[in-house]
């Protein structure tokens, strides 16, 4: 299945208000703090790559805090030269949830399987990395992303 197919299929299944520029505009349909939230799930940009940041040292601290023995505390998956990097890259996807700012993220690879043993070729979205801001958790953006 294409990218392009892919989104496409995304759209019909999450009764997308619509589809445009490989923009995908869903609305979540839970009341959202006294009404009806809009979200707009879309791919990031350079100018969401702070944001990005913030909330990728928000998660590593979590990380940190509750298994000091295996995560290390005061850093970030990625910095921003490789978000920079990672937006640049044909197989990275990263995709934002932004209702009034970004509150969520997932990071996607694009992976290819050739010539494995036992595996079919195929082309994979692998999901490197789902992220919810805590305010805007159990609202179904995760879902969307």
């Known amino acids: 299945m294409s990218i392009a197919n892919f989104f496409l299929y995304t759209a019909r299944f999450l009764r997308v208000k619509h589809l445009q520029n490989g923009i995908i505009r869903p609305?979540?349909?839970?009341?959202l703090g006294?009404?009806?939230?809009?979200?707009t799930i879309r791919r990031a940009c350079c100018d969401d790559i702070a944001r990005l940041h913030e909330m990728l040292?928000?998660?590593?601290?979590?990380?940190?805090n509750a298994r000091p023995d295996i995560f290390k505390t005061g850093s970030?998956?990625?910095?921003?030269?490789d978000l920079k990097i990672?937006?640049?890259?044909?197989?990275y996807h990263i995709f934002v949830a932004d209702g009034n700012g970004v509150c969520g993220y997932v990071?996607?690879?694009l992976q290819t399987v050739e010539d494995h043993p036992l595996l079919?070729?195929?082309?994979?979205?692998?999901?490197?990395?789902?992220?919810?801001?805590?305010?805007?958790?159990?609202k179904g953006i995760a879902t969307l992303l």
């Open 86 to 91: 990672i937006l640049q890259n044909p197989d």
């Open 57 to 64: 040292l928000g998660i590593a601290a979590f990380h940190g």
């Open 76 to 81: 970030a998956k990625y910095s921003p030269d």
């Open 34 to 39: 006294g009404g009806n939230m809009e979200v």
């Open 27 to 31: 609305i979540i349909e839970k009341n």
């Open 107 to 109: 990071f996607c690879i």
């Open 120 to 138: 079919q070729s195929r082309r994979e979205l692998y999901v490197d990395d789902l992220y919810v801001e805590p305010t805007c958790r159990g």
